[in-house]
Nanobody
Framework: QVPLVESGGGLVQTGGSLRLSCADS????????MGWFRQAPGKEREFVAA????????VYTGSVKGRFTLSRDNTKNTMYIQMNSLNPEDTAVYYC??????????????????WGQGTQVTVSS
C-alpha cells in the first residue's frame, strides 16, 4: 500500500501559480516512479508529468512544458509540481500516482498502481 496525499490546490487567476505536493506516508517512496494526472469535468483523466525514482528524469505532456516543473525530495517522501502561467484549460482535479513499473513515462493511467484522492485546481479567466 502506498498512501498518497495531495495538497496545494486552490483557486487562482489566469497567469498565476500554484505548487502541488504529493506526500507518501509509506517508507519506500524512493523506490517509486511518480506521476501527476488531471481530470477536468466530463473528460478522461490525462497525463501531466512524471518523474523517475533514482535518476530524477522527468517527462511532461506538451501542453505544460515550460510552465510546469516536477521535482521530488526522497528524504521527505514528497513530490512537487510547480505550475506557472496557469490558464483556465488547466482547471481540473489533479491526482498523484505511483508505480514501480517500467512504463512510468508512458502517460497511461494503467501504468500506475497507486493513486491519491486528488486536489482541485481552478483557474479563473
Amino acid at each position: 500500500q502506498v498512501p498518497l496525499v495531495e495538497s496545494g490546490g486552490g483557486l487562482v487567476q489566469t497567469g498565476g501559480s500554484l505548487r502541488l505536493s504529493c506526500a507518501d506516508s509509506g517508507r519506500t517512496f524512493s523506490n517509486y516512479r511518480m506521476g501527476w494526472f488531471r481530470q477536468a469535468p466530463g473528460k478522461e483523466r490525462e497525463f501531466v508529468a512524471a518523474i523517475n525514482s533514482r535518476d530524477l528524469r522527468t517527462v511532461y505532456t506538451g501542453s505544460v512544458k515550460g510552465r510546469f516543473t516536477l521535482s521530488r525530495d526522497n528524504t521527505k517522501n514528497t513530490m512537487y509540481i510547480q505550475m506557472n502561467s496557469l490558464n483556465p484549460e488547466d482547471t481540473a482535479v489533479y491526482y498523484c500516482a505511483a508505480t514501480m513499473g517500467v512504463n512510468w513515462a508512458s502517460g497511461r493511467t494503467s501504468a500506475y498502481e497507486y493513486w491519491g484522492q486528488g486536489t482541485q485546481v481552478t483557474v479563473s479567466s
